[in-house]
């Protein structure tokens, strides 16, 4: 069922049951952290697989403090200018955090999201909403209520609707076991304007793969189950393509004859804009049973390098 009932979502919750909740990132799939068999639910429900650890949602910093050893004045300091936000600390947990929350990590993923009837939810309840996005595992990110509804409608108890996604990406992941700090995920908050606040570089350390120590973030992600091709040269990669069906994501000005069917980001070229349109429309391409989904790369600066990462990992193999 879907609708806009805060206290109804966070009965669902109390009685261990797993929820759809909107961030400004993307929707969360919801369950009371400190449940363990409410979290192996999400497991189960997403197709996840137990080696990939979930992030904590709590309502200030206040909260997040009882879940972690220390909160380190630089990352305090990041916190204060960015939550509520799409910011994910990964700081060493206390005891107090189920192991199948960080998949048997020290380390444990927190952060304030800022819609608003998330964060009233998170007053409602008194622990900890574990919540990874809400989709099947490996497929494309939901930004919309319907998106969640569509493919996990069934299996939850409830979708709290709050709209469109206001980013469309989901959080940064800022490892703050490390010094300098490094850049787990690229994010709905660009790595400049957190270096910006730090006053010195933070390092890039991408969750991929051959990297097993911090696991989560497989190289192929957000894959969509049509072919997905991610090109800087959208006239040649079409030219190679014309024999099939060709769909296209495309991006500013870049001109395709309109005889193709394509989707745009933004025309007028704002990252912000491509960041909100980019799941939906990619989901919307994926419905067309197309040979191939076509997509135009990104600027490498800003929002662009993360919605590139995730453009990439759905054009893996
Ligand atoms: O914006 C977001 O972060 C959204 C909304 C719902 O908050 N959530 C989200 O969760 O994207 P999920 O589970 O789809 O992605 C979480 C990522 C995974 O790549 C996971 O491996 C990583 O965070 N992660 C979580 N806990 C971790 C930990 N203890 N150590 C290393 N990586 C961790
Ligand atoms: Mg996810």
Redesign the pocket.
Known sequence: MIGTDIRLAAEHLNAGETVG?P?E?????AANAFNEAAVVSIFRIKN?PFF????L?VRDIEQAKKLVKSFPDKALKLAEAFWPG?L?F?LH?TDVVPDI???G?D???V?V?SHPMTLALLQEVDFPIA?????PFGYI?PTLAEHVDKQLGKEVSYILDGGACSIG???T?I?CSTEPYTI??L??LPKHQIEQVLGEPVAMHL?QNSNPS????LDKHYSPLSKFILSDNLEDTINRHLHEKIVVLNFGDTLVNDSIYQLNLSKRGDLEEAARNLFHFMRLLDQLNADVIIAQSLPEYGLGLAINDRLRRAASK
């Open positions: 909740i961030t990132t993307v929707y969360g799939l996840r990939d650890p979930l992030i949602h799409p994910t990964l947990k929350v960080t998949s990590s380390l444990v993923a952060r999201p919540a990874p996005s809400a989709n990110s990406l989901e959080s992941i490892n787990a995920r994010g709905g969750n911090a696991p989560g973030q």
